[in-house]
């Protein structure tokens, strides 16, 4: 059984900072490219950023570049959302998920294999 938990979500003023946390666990098991999406009431789901295992290769969102930075920790199998300059319009649920058949830098939700259960990031004006 392979799991993906997020933490570090919660309540924050804008222009203020916080940091995501997603741990694999489980079973052994690789994976080729983990995404961070996000999901705002009454919004379809969102790339926000991802990053390959090997190489280390990143990807942003538009939306986020300059303020979010992506990052592993290989030895704890974990990714990191650095979120700064948060924003109201960043307030959403966000997930963690693995593509895990075959590499691909994926943006679209269907592309997963696994996910996180979400972690609430609340941005207020």
């Known amino acids: 059984q392979v799991q993906l938990v997020e933490s570090g979500g919660g309540l924050v003023q804008a222009g203020g900072s916080l940091r995501l946390s997603c741990g694999v666990s489980?079973?052994?098991?690789?994976?080729?490219?983990m995404g961070w999406f996000r999901q705002a009431p009454g919004k379809e789901r969102e790339f926000v950023a991802g990053i390959s295992w090997y190489g280390g290769r990143t990807d942003y969102a538009d939306s986020v570049k300059g303020r979010f930075t992506i990052s592993r920790d290989n030895a704890k199998n974990t990714v990191y959302l650095q979120m700064n300059t948060l924003k109201p319009e960043d307030t959403a649920v966000y997930y963690c998920a693995v593509v895990a058949r075959s590499f691909q830098v994926a943006v679209t939700a269907s592309a997963y294999d696994y996910w996180g259960q979400g972690t609430q990031v609340t941005v207020s004006s």
């Open positions: 489980g079973r052994t098991f690789s994976w080729y490219y």
